[in-house]
C-alpha cells in the first residue's frame, strides 16, 4: 500500500514538472541542443532572428520568453532566490540592469566574434554586455487627430492639442520606457516631467499599449518605440514617428549568464545576432541596428546608425542605475 502511494506521488510530481514545460516558457533545457533567452523585444523583432539562426543552427531548439524587462528581472530575482537560474541569454531595453547584473557577477564576459564591424555606445566596454541594437523614441502621433508635428518636446507639454492625450509607459514596467523618462529627465530637468503631467499626460501600462492606444485614437499622441510604432504602421495604422531634435537613443544590450547551461550555443546566438543578416532584420522591423552595412528602410523614417549614435542623448549609465528606484517611485507617485 505504501509503495503504490510512493508511487503516485512521484507521478504527480512528474505530471507537474511536465506541465510546466513548452515554447516560450524559459523551461531550463536539459541538454546541449537547447538555449533559453529571456528577452523584452516584441515578436515582431525576435521572431525572425530566431528563425534565422534555427536555419543555420538546425540541431538547436531556443525556448523564450518575452516580457517587459520589469517582469523579466523579477523572475531572474526569484531564479537566483531559488538558486536555479533558467535562462542563458538575456537581451532587454533597460542598460540599468546590465550594469546591476554585472556589478553582482552574474554576466559571462564575451567579446562577439564580429565586435570590430559594430558600433558601441559604452566607453566602459569589457564584454559584459554589448550593445544588439540602437533604439530610439520619439513623439508617435495619430495622424487622423494631429495634422501639424510637434516641432519639439516643449510642445508635448504646453500645446492644448495633447492636453489628457499624450501617454507615457510605465517606466516600472518597461526597461525602454524607463530609458526614456530618465533621458528627458536629464536633458530637460524633473520640471519636464512635471509640465508635462500637468497638461494631462497619463501612464500607460506598456511600450506596446501606449502605441495601441494611439492607434486607436485614445491618445492623440505617445511617447512611443520605434519598432512597436513600424510595427503598427505595417498593419496600416494612422501613425507617424516624429523625432525631435533632441535624440532619444536606448542601447539594447544583449549579455550570457555566467552560470548558463547552454553556453556555447548561447554564444553562437549573439554572434548570429551582430551578423549583417540578423542587423538587417533589425532595421526591416524598424529599429536602428549597430551595423552600418545595413539597409535602412525609408518607410519608418529612422536615423541612420551613426547619426543616432552620435546625436543621442548622453547619459552616465552608473548614475542612472543608482537613482533608477528613487526616478521611478518619482514618477509614479506624479503620474498617479
Known amino acids: 500500500m505504501l509503495r503504490k502511494i510512493f508511487m503516485l506521488l512521484m ?37 525572425g532572428i530566431i528563425e534565422g539562426f534555427k536555419r543555420q543552427n538546425p540541431g538547436i531548439e531556443i525556448d523564450y520568453q518575452s516580457a517587459g524587462a520589469g517582469k523579466i528581472m523579477a523572475k531572474l530575482a526569484a531564479e537566483r532566490q531559488s538558486g536555479h537560474l533558467l535562462a542563458d541569454i538575456i537581451w532587454t531595453s533597460e542598460v540599468p540592469d546590465f550594469y546591476e547584473m554585472k556589478s553582482q557577477g552574474m554576466l559571462e564576459r564575451y567579446q562577439p566574434s564580429n565586435f570590430s564591424e559594430l558600433l558601441n555606445p559604452f566607453d566602459d566596454y569589457d564584454g559584459s554586455f554589448t550593445a544588439a541594437r540602437l533604439g530610439t523614441l520619439g513623439i508617435v502621433i495619430n495622424t487622423d487627430r494631429v495634422t501639424t508635428p510637434p516641432a519639439d518636446w516643449a510642445t508635448i507639454a ?33 520640471d519636464y516631467l512635471v509640465k508635462l503631467r500637468e497638461n494631462g ?15 486607436t485614437g485614445d491618445l492623440n499622441a505617445c511617447l512611443g518605440v520605434d519598432y ?22 536606448v542601447p539594447s544590450p544583449v549579455a550570457i549568464f555566467k552560470d548558463a547551461p547552454n553556453k556555447e550555443n548561447a554564444k553562437k546566438f549573439v554572434d548570429y545576432l551582430l551578423t549583417q543578416e540578423a542587423q538587417q532584420m533589425v532595421a526591416n522591423a524598424g529599429t536602428v541596428p549597430v551595423r552600418t552595412d545595413v539597409e535602412m528602410p525609408e518607410k519608418y523614417n529612422l536615423p541612420a ?22 526616478l521611478i517611485q518619482k514618477f509614479s507617485e506624479l503620474f498617479k
Open 11 to 47: 507521478l504527480m510530481a512528474t505530471t507537474l514538472l511536465i506541465g510546466g514545460c513548452g515554447d516560450n516558457t524559459g523551461q531550463k533545457p536539459s541538454s546541449s541542443n537547447k538555449l533559453v533567452i529571456y528577452t523584452s523585444m516584441k515578436e515582431s523583432l525576435i521572431g
Open 158 to 190: 504646453t500645446d492644448p492639442l495633447y492636453k489628457d492625450s499624450f501617454g507615457i509607459a510605465d517606466p516600472a514596467l518597461s526597461g525602454t520606457a524607463f530609458m526614456s523618462v530618465a533621458l528627458l529627465e536629464k536633458q530637460f530637468g524633473w
Open 201 to 215: 499626460a497619463i501612464k500607460s501600462k506598456g511600450s506596446g499599449r501606449v502605441v495601441d492606444d494611439t492607434a
Open 228 to 249: 512597436i510604432t513600424a510595427a503598427k504602421i505595417d498593419k496600416g495604422s494612422n501613425l507617424q514617428m516624429v523625432y525631435p531634435t533632441e535624440l532619444l537613443m
Open 305 to 326: 546608425p551613426e547619426v543616432a549614435i552620435n546625436t543621442g542623448i548622453k547619459i552616465n549609465y552608473n548614475d542612472v542605475m543608482a537613482k533608477k528606484e528613487e
